[in-house]
Structure formats: C-alpha cells, structure tokens
C-alpha cells in the first residue's frame, strides 16, 4: 500500500516501480559507500570538511539519479547533459580530489543499478588501494629535502647574468634560472632557481654568501614548487 505513495503520475501498468524498501536499501548501501570513501581520502592527506561531507554524499545522489531514470533513455540523455553543466565553484582541486570524486560517482552508478554487492566491492578495493598508496608515500620523491626553489631579489642596477652561478654551483648538484620579474614597482628583480642540493646541512652557508652578492635583499628557500599547476 505504502508503495502506490511513491508512484510516478507518468507511470502506467507496464512500468516497473522501484518499491520502498529497494530504495531506501540502495540509499543507505551509498552513503555506506561514500562514508568508506571519505575515510580513505582524509587518511595522511590534506582536506576541508566541505570536500569529506560532499564526498560522503555524492554516491547517493548519483545513485538515486540512476534509479529514477533506468531503462529511460530520454531522461537519461536529459540528466547526462544536466551533469555536464555542473560547475564546482571552489579552487581548483589536486589530482586526488578529482579522483575520488569519479570513485564516488562510480559506485553511487553501480549502486543505482541494484549491484549493491559490486558497489561495496569497488568501493572497498579503491579505498584500500588508496590508503595503501597513501601509506607507501607512493609517488613521493626521494631526498625531497634537496629539491628547494630559491627566490632572490636584487637591485635593478645589478647584472643577474652569471652574478650567482659561482655560488650555486659550489653547493648545488644542479640548479636552473626559471623565472625572472620586476617588484617594487621596477625598482628591484626578482630571481627564481630550481636548485638540487649537494649537501642540506649547508643551506645556510649559501644563503650567507648570495647575501654578499644581492646586497643583503630578501631571500627565500622553501621547498620547491611548480612555476604551474599539474596533475
């Protein structure tokens, strides 16, 4: 009885109506999907609770979009063209973000096909894979701590060209000019290096001696960072 509440207006006696129980069933096995998903994302990662809350829900609402047009072909191109003009209006995501958001909208699929079962099985493997990578540091590099981006500022009457390659190579395995602009209205030059170098403990001996060629203008070492964003 409860079921005829839940009828389409459209539907006649040839269609196949999702029961309740079916429904609510396929729901819960998604948010079980998304929250396993969530799990695995914030394990050693970086992450703001919007993106986990969004995470934990995404797979029942795909899920519920793909019961509501099964076996409908027109709905189902309405919807496909619905989701192609959704826009995430935040900053742009790393490359794991995006993954895990196809991860989410793939079992919230399956899961809207009635393979609940394939679902928490797809959902388990990728997570587990994903801890496991995360847990491995797979992907980091290695000696991380001798790849730096060196920032330098110099007057602008100061001829750059060779000024600092005597220094740099006396303490770097490999170093490269990447980028080079004016600050401070062109009164001053700011120099960009990529640098690999040879021994970390003496970071500060070279920063003492390019103080002596920049004239004691602001430099900075950090860890070394991509001139633009990649996946």
Same mark, same amino acid.
């Given at each position: 009885?409860?079921?005829?509440?839940? %009828?389409?207006?459209?539907? $006649?006696?040839?269609?196949?109506?999702?029961?309740?129980?079916?429904?609510?069933l396929?729901?819960?096995?998604?948010?079980?999907?998304? *929250?396993?998903?969530?799990? !695995? =994302?914030?394990?050693?990662?970086?992450?703001?609770?919007?993106?986990?809350?969004?995470?934990?829900?995404?797979?029942?609402?795909?899920c519920?979009v793909?019961?509501?047009?099964?076996?409908?072909?027109?709905?189902?191109?309405?919807?496909?063209g619905?989701?192609?003009l959704?826009?995430?209006?935040?900053?742009?995501?790393?490359? &794991?973000?995006?993954?895990?958001l196809?991860?989410?909208?793939?079992?919230?699929?399956?899961?809207?096909?009635g393979?609940? +079962?394939?679902?928490?099985?797809?959902?388990v493997? #990728?997570? +587990?894979?994903?801890? #496991?990578? !995360? =847990?491995?540091?797979?992907g980091?590099? &290695?000696?991380?701590?001798?790849y &730096?981006?060196? =920032?330098?500022?110099?007057?602008?009457?100061?001829?750059? $060209? +060779?000024?600092?390659?005597?220094?740099?190579?006396?303490?770097?395995?490999?170093?490269? #000019? *990447?980028?080079?602009?004016?600050?401070?209205?062109? !009164?001053?030059? %700011? #120099? $960009?290096? =990529?640098?690999?170098?040879?021994?970390?403990?003496?970071?500060r001996?070279?920063?003492d001696?390019?103080?002596?060629r920049?004239?004691?203008?602001?430099?900075?070492?950090?860890?070394?960072e991509?001139?633009?964003?990649?996946?």
């Amino acid at each position: 009885m409860i079921d005829a509440w839940f %009828r389409g207006i459209f539907d $006649t006696d040839m269609t196949n109506v999702i029961t309740v129980t079916d429904f609510l069933l396929c729901v819960f096995c998604s948010l079980l999907v998304g *929250v396993l998903l969530a799990f !695995s =994302h914030i394990y050693r990662s970086r992450y703001t609770r919007s993106f986990v809350v969004t995470l934990a829900l995404l797979p029942a609402v795909v899920c519920v979009v793909i019961m509501m047009v099964n076996g409908n072909l027109g709905a189902g191109v309405a919807v496909a063209g619905a989701f192609s003009l959704v826009r995430f209006r935040s900053v742009p995501g790393t490359a &794991k973000e995006i993954t895990m958001l196809f991860l989410a909208m793939g079992a919230g699929l399956i899961a809207g096909m009635g393979y609940l +079962g394939f679902s928490i099985l797809f959902t388990v493997v #990728l997570c +587990g894979a994903c801890v #496991l990578y !995360s =847990h491995l540091d797979f992907g980091t590099k &290695k000696n991380g701590a001798l790849y &730096k981006t060196l =920032h330098i500022t110099i007057p602008e009457d100061l001829d750059y $060209t +060779g000024v600092f390659e005597s220094v740099l190579s006396g303490y770097c395995k490999d170093y490269e #000019l *990447v980028q080079v602009r004016t600050t401070n209205m062109g !009164s001053l030059f %700011r #120099l $960009t290096y =990529h640098l690999t170098l040879s021994d970390p403990a003496k970071e500060r001996e070279m920063i003492d001696e390019l103080r002596c060629r920049n004239g004691n203008l602001e430099i900075t070492v950090s860890k070394q960072e991509n001139a633009v964003a990649e996946l």
